[in-house]
Nanobody
Framework: RVQLVESGGASVQAGGSLRLSCAAY????????MGWFRQAPGKEREGVAF???????IYADSAKGRFTLSRDNAKNTLYLQMNSLKSEDTAMYYC?????????????????WGQGSQVTVSS
């Protein structure tokens, strides 16, 4: 069965960096769209970055220039490198997969989810 296992969440100071990992089981990461969502307290879940089966990546405006999404097909793992972190990046981050080669922003289109990783950025 499909399973996504996240790691890497932590507390950091503003300006710092973190790398989130999402190990996938039950399918090959290069067959599906995969990405990261985040949800801050009191806010709706929002898309952060996605990678299509073919490798094309898209980023939310808030992530452009600071976050880098990558995929290691050999390790079947997705990564989100986050640099220049800001307090507004504080949220629970979720890895997600969509059983389709292409990515969309709507979270309801993603059928597989990780358990969530807390990222807390203090100023």
């Amino acid at each position: 069965r499909v399973q996504l296992v996240e790691s890497g969440g932590a507390s950091v100071q503003a300006g710092g960096s973190l790398r989130l990992s999402c190990a996938a089981y039950g399918y090959s990461v290069d067959n599906y769209c995969m990405g990261w969502f985040r949800q801050a307290p009191g806010k709706e879940r929002e898309g952060v970055a996605f990678i299509a089966s073919g490798g094309n990546t898209i980023y939310a405006d808030s992530a452009k220039g600071r976050f880098t999404l990558s995929r290691d097909n050999a390790k079947n793992t997705l990564y989100l490198q986050m640099n220049s972190l800001k307090s507004e990046d504080t949220a629970m981050y979720y890895c997600a997969a969509r059983a389709n080669a292409w990515c969309v922003w709507a979270d309801r289109e993603y059928g597989y989810w990780g358990q969530g990783s807390q990222v807390t950025v203090s100023s």
